[in-house]
Antibody, heavy 116, light 107 residues
């Protein structure tokens, strides 16, 4: 049973870089596409971007200039870095696996607040 | 970007009711359409992929249909555990986008 778990700081200061890690357990990260998705308080879902197990990436153009997604196959993890954060980046951040063009497995989510 | 429009944004229904939620894409997405259920404080859960294929473990009262630009999620007989918010999502073209959600509440 593949499981995903997000980790990282729950509070980030404006203009700093948000850094989150997703740990994949119960299976190998060396397949599929691995995405980050976020949900601002009381709002809908926004896809941030994905990394393919071979290392290629694809980002949402709305965030592309600030986003980096990396893969660490030795640790079975992938990570998100979002630079120059502002209050609008406050959200629950989810990592998810994409299989057959759908997000079939999700982490539980981690709440990140941008505030000084 | 492909815009996904769900209707209604919310609905009230009773246990046992048949519920239909619609999702319209701003351009043709063939059958690259998925449906998710989200309960408060929880991650979304995949219900239907490729417009009409059941995700493993999902009750048979959930079904999906449609192709092109218009899609439907149907719950044949609403159960207490089905009160939640439902999202559609297109995987036809990047950036991947979600509908605004439909909140199903108890009447």
């Amino acid at each position: 049973q593949v499981q995903l778990q997000e980790s990282g700081p729950g509070l980030v200061k404006p203009s700093e870089t948000l850094s989150l890690t997703c740990t994949v357990s119960g299976g190998s990260i060396s397949s599929y596409y691995w995405s980050w998705i976020r949900q601002p308080p009381g709002k809908g879902l926004e896809w941030i971007g994905y990394i393919y197990y071979r290392g290629s990436t694809n980002y949402n153009p709305s965030l592309k200039s600030r986003v980096t997604i990396l893969l660490d196959t030795s640790k079975n993890q992938f990570s998100l870095k979002l630079s120059s954060v502002a209050a609008a980046d406050t959200a629950v951040y989810y990592c998810a696996r994409e299989k057959l063009n759908a997000f079939d497995i999700w982490g539980q989510g981690t709440k990140v607040t941008v505030s000084s | 970007d492909i815009q996904m429009t769900q209707s209604p944004s919310s609905l009230s229904a009773s246990v046992g009711d048949r519920v239909t939620i619609t999702c319209r894409a701003s351009q043709i997405i063939t059958n690259y359409l998925n449906w998710y259920q989200q309960k408060p404080g929880k991650a979304p859960k995949l219900l239907i992929y490729a417009a009409s294929s059941f995700q493993s473990g999902v009750p048979s009262r959930f079904s999906g249909s449609g192709s092109g630009t218009d899609f439907t999620l149907t719950i044949s007989s609403l159960q207490p555990e089905d009160f939640a918010t439902y999202y559609c999502q297109q995987s036809y073209r990047s950036p991947l986008t979600f509908g605004g959600g439909t909140k199903v509440e108890i009447k």
